[in-house]
């Protein structure tokens, strides 16, 4: 059964780029027809769907976050990685790291990283 | 402010139906038939319940369903238990490679 866990840095200075890494275990990442991609959560808000990986082609689900986003594959450490540039304030959110088999839904999830964005 | 909207909040009785609302808009509830709905109990990460509107992982109890009118999409949750409690957001596709969520619905079992 394909597990995931979010590594990273906590605190992120502003300005500075917030750098996520999420290990796939039980399986491999080219295991399946998955996309690989990143969530958020702003402290007491809702689910913000960052970006995802699919066949290695890099999707933004946020026009707004489009911009700042980088999310790669590493296949042969079989994780994946999310770089966020120039952050703010507002950026300050547990991120999550998910897998979708498809129809647009994650149906796998690691258990999320608080990362504070603050100097 | 999410994209698509759900009430802060809703509670009932063990036994009891209740009825979770997502309403969106033309651009994505009401033109695709891909309405996920996510259950979150507080510090865990999000568990999907339902995926393409009414379809329901392995695993998943089917006291769970979903449906869908126009640019809403509801969740149903009958026989309600205690271990329900928990925050409940719905998600839509809206088109190209934007995913949309609401802000989220706290149930409480009285």
């Known amino acids: 059964q394909l597990q995931l866990q979010e590594s990273g840095s906590g605190l992120v200075k502003p300005s500075q780029t917030l750098s996520l890494t999420c290990a796939v275990s039980?399986?491999?990442?080219?295991?399946?027809?998955?996309?690989w991609g990143w969530l958020r959560q702003s402290p007491g808000q809702g689910l913000e769907c960052i970006g995802y990986?699919?066949?290695?082609?890099?999707?933004y689900c946020s026009p707004s976050l489009k911009s700042r986003v980088i999310i790669s594959l590493d296949r042969s450490k079989n994780q994946f990685s999310l770089n966020l540039i120039s952050v703010t304030a507002a950026d300050t959110a547990v991120y999550y790291c998910?897998?979708?088999?498809?129809?647009?839904?994650?149906?796998?999830w690691g258990q999320g990283t608080l990362v504070t964005v603050s100097s | 402010q999410s994209a698509l909207t759900q009430p802060a909040s809703v509670s009932g009785s063990p036994g009891q139906s209740i009825t979770f609302s997502c309403t969106g808009t033309?651009?994505?509830?009401?033109?695709?038939?891909?309405v996920s709905w996510y259950q979150q109990h507080p510090g865990k990460a999000p568990k999907l319940i339902i995926y393409?509107?009414?379809n329901r992982p392995s695993g998943v109890s089917n006291r769970f369903s979903g449906s869908k009118s126009g640019n809403t999409a509801s969740l149903t949750i009958s026989g309600l238990r205690a271990e329900d409690e928990a925050e409940y957001f719905c998600?839509?596709?809206?088109?190209?490679?934007?995913?949309?969520f609401g802000g989220g619905t706290k149930l409480t079992v009285l």
């Open positions: 998910a897998g979708a088999s498809g129809g647009w839904a994650f149906d796998i």
């Open positions: 039980g399986g491999s990442l080219s295991s399946g027809d998955y996309s």
């Open positions: 990986n699919y066949r290695d082609g890099t999707n």
């Open positions: 033309s651009s994505d509830v009401g033109s695709f038939n891909f």
């Open positions: 393409e509107g009414t």
């Open positions: 998600s839509s596709y809206a088109g190209g490679t934007i995913m949309v």
